[in-house]
């Protein structure tokens, strides 16, 4: 989502306004979730984004334009059901709710706001009005509250929702409709090495939702060229001091493919040593071989790395699906991570 976000601002800062597509609510079986987005131009053309394709989507782009004409947002509601369904040859069978809002060269301060936050490593909550006196009305919040915050009538209550819900939802208060919009600080991939699996695992980890770091002791092997689709590429030489400046936390998921086992073990040892100073990874995979693993697990055993420790290390990595290529092999370590990363939202919705 923050591509999107960034998109925005980049429209806004030249001067051209943009339509903010939303779903914002969602019952039953449907082709987009709540908090599902796209941005329109004043011709009505598609930006970027989607809000589930055919005629739904082709209804929301006809009234874009309209909406940046007037600057009143609109609602509309969408079933499934029926003749929009079948029209569509779309067969989910729920209900969709979208707001239709502009975002004009005026609200280029508050989505800057926004986008530099979440830059700068903070979760943030985006509250709009969805009816009532102002609609269209847009407060932008930390996501854990922040000390000296200007108070908001409705600002706790849509935390507390949000939260429990990890994702966007309406919050309903003084019978007026808030749109509270979890903008989350994506979880970071760090790949340490830039051989052909790495270059393979960018894309696919970027298209599934990862920022990605790539390391490399090598300057042709970490240069941006090479990765275009990583957010930052660095050279390490000798693979020594690879995560300063980084803090790694439970949103870190640690790659190791490096060119040698030396190598590996070197990084890895670094990553369970960040672990025990309480900066503990929440992925931490590796490739190899079993024998490869056991290798390099008894030399960090002779320097005094726990079983418990070693136990959360992925290795082989990846999931068990017979890959062989590059390709295959960046397609299992993204699926693991994705796994790791839904267990762990599970874990944070139950409050565990």
């Not at 939702?209 to 970490?222: I, N």
């Amino acid at each position: 989502m923050r591509d999107l976000l960034e998109i925005l601002v980049e429209y806004l800062s030249r001067g051209e306004a943009l339509a903010v597509v939303t779903i914002v609510s969602h019952e039953g079986s449907t082709p987009r979730t709540a908090g599902s987005k796209m941005l329109v131009d004043r011709r009505g053309s598609l930006v970027a984004g989607s809000v589930g394709g055919g005629l739904l989507e082709a209804a929301a782009l006809e009234a874009a334009p309209l909406v940046l004409e007037s600057g009143k947002p609109e609602l509309m509601d969408f079933d499934l059901s029926g003749e929009l369904a079948a029209g569509a040859d779309m067969i989910c069978g729920g209900r969709l709710r979208v707001f239709v809002e502009a975002a004009q060269t005026g609200d280029f301060e508050i989505f800057k706001g926004l986008l530099e936050k979440l830059q700068n490593g903070t979760d943030m909550l985006l509250i709009t009005a969805l009816d009532g006196a102002h609609p269209g009305l847009r407060v932008v919040l930390d996501m854990h509250g922040e000390k000296g915050e200007p108070a908001f009538p409705v600002a706790e209550e849509c935390r507390r929702a949000a939260r429990g819900a990890l994702g966007a939802l309406i919050v309903k208060r003084n019978d007026v409709c808030w749109f509270a919009e979890p903008w989350l600080v994506p979880p970071r991939m760090i790949l340490c090495g830039g051989g052909h699996v790495a270059q393979a695992v960018v894309p696919v980890a970027g298209g599934a939702g990862f920022e990605v770091t790539v390391l490399d002791d090598r300057e042709e092997f970490s240069g941006s060229d090479r990765f275009p689709g990583a957010s930052c590429c660095r050279c390490v030489p000798g693979f020594t001091d690879c995560f300063r400046g980084m803090k790694l936390d439970g949103k870190s998921y640690v790659v190791i493919l490096t060119r040698g086992h030396v190598h590996d073990a070197l990084v890895l040892e670094q990553v369970l040593e960040a672990g025990r100073a309480g900066h503990v990874a929440g992925y931490v995979g590796m490739i190899g071989s079993r024998r490869k693993r056991e290798e390099i697990y008894a030399a960090l055993r002779c320097k005094g790395a726990s079983d418990a420790e070693l136990s959360r290390v992925h290795c082989p990595v990846g999931l068990p699906i017979g890959a062989e290529t590059p390709g295959e092999i960046a397609v299992s370590i993204v699926a693991e991570c994705i796994v790791r990363r839904s267990q762990s939202e599970d874990r944070e919705k139950r409050g565990k």
